[in-house]
């Protein structure tokens, strides 16, 4: 790692990461194309219903590895492999405990929440299938999103997108097979990701623990330590929190659209969310090829090449986000139609949205990276902050600004609360940053 020039070391784990991410997103992508094509419209309503609840896992996951990794990063750069392959050790214990409990939570009352949400009827009956495949499967999901995170950690960032590439191909394979074929109906598109993400899974679990990983992990590793487990959950809990306030801005936004607008808000909503989505996956994936690299230099006491590190991710992330929004501002209706076809009224709400809520985009990406950040360096209760502020923050304006501007209020609830947010933030960050300079000082 220190005979590699730091940008190529960068392009080598972001580039992969960028993939990765992406790669991840496919898979509710490809199942809603075999699913609306083949099942119709109650079919991708129900799956849509059900997404929400199988986000908690993906959450969970994230914490998980996200955890583990940057400790894992911290420890061999700071020379304690012992330490280091513990925390590896600690995988299969986070895995099968948490996927046990909320597979039984979902199981119990996933169909309660499904009806809750408004699913009645063949939507309700849909999405009661898929969900009951998926949350038998809980410990496999958390494991599918777990292990590939730690494997970057492990200088196998380029293997790891690889076996997601995998799961990704064989998740179209099987959609093909079980709805289109077979129609097995939201059963199979539920089979379908579980056994791609578990294969996924297994191959990166099988590097882990084999002798091409950096950190051998053997039997007394295994011993669970609540120490490390608190540890592990505390510095990753703020990706948990992150996609647990992604679900409840949701639905907060679709409750506020329903009552100030209609469903047509809610359509142009949905489409904002495709290209927030979009941007935001882009800056994850440089966030977590950023992290492993920052995690090891400030272990070994590099401050200024992990300094280097975390400008190049915000010079890519931000600067990237700020072409994407003066493409989004430029071009509004090329997007619009993209979406929207010939509908004039849903492409003139699009178009409106557009300009009104994603004019400061690239601040997302600013949040994204300086949570990793903070995470790498073992301050993930400091990214934490930052999450749950956003979500403090965002609230009051939802709920405020529509009593006076309508729905242009709700289009203006986030892009106003994230500068209101950046300023105390980018302080955060500065301080940190002179922080480090002063503990190498010292």
Known sequence: MQNQRIGALF????????????????????????????????????????????????????????????????????????????YIGQLPLLMIIPGILLSIILFLFGHKILAFQGATGKVLEYGNDFLIVVTCATPLVLGSIAAPYLMRNLNAPRLATTFMVVGALINILLDYVFIVLLEMELVGAALATVIAETTAMILALIYIFSRRSPVRVQRRHFKPRMDLSWKISKNGSSSLFMYLYLGATVVAYNFMFMRYGGAIEVAAYAVTGYLLTFYYLLSEGLAHGMQPIVSRFYGEKQIDSAKHVLKLAMMFSVGGGVLFTLALLLFPSL?????????????????????????VLFIQGFFVVTEAFFQAIGEGHKALIITICNILIQLPFLFILPRYLGTDGIWLAMPLSAIFLMVPVLFLLIKQVKQMDQTIIV
Do not use: C, K
């Open 11 to 86: 392009a080598r784990y972001a580039i992969p990461a960028l993939i990765a991410m992406l790669v991840s997103g496919t898979y509710q992508i490809i199942d809603g194309i075999f699913v609306g094509r083949y099942i119709g419209s109650d079919g991708l309503a129900a799956i849509n219903l059900a997404w929400p609840l199988i986000g908690v896992m993906l959450a969970v996951g994230l914490m998980v590895g996200i955890g583990i990794g940057s400790h894992v990063s911290l420890s061999r750069g700071a020379g304690d492999r012992e330490i280091a392959s513990s």
């Open 335 to 359: 997007f619009a139609g993209f979406f929207a076809g010939d509908n004039q009224s849903l492409q003139q709400v699009i178009i409106h949205a557009i300009r009104i809520s994603l004019f």
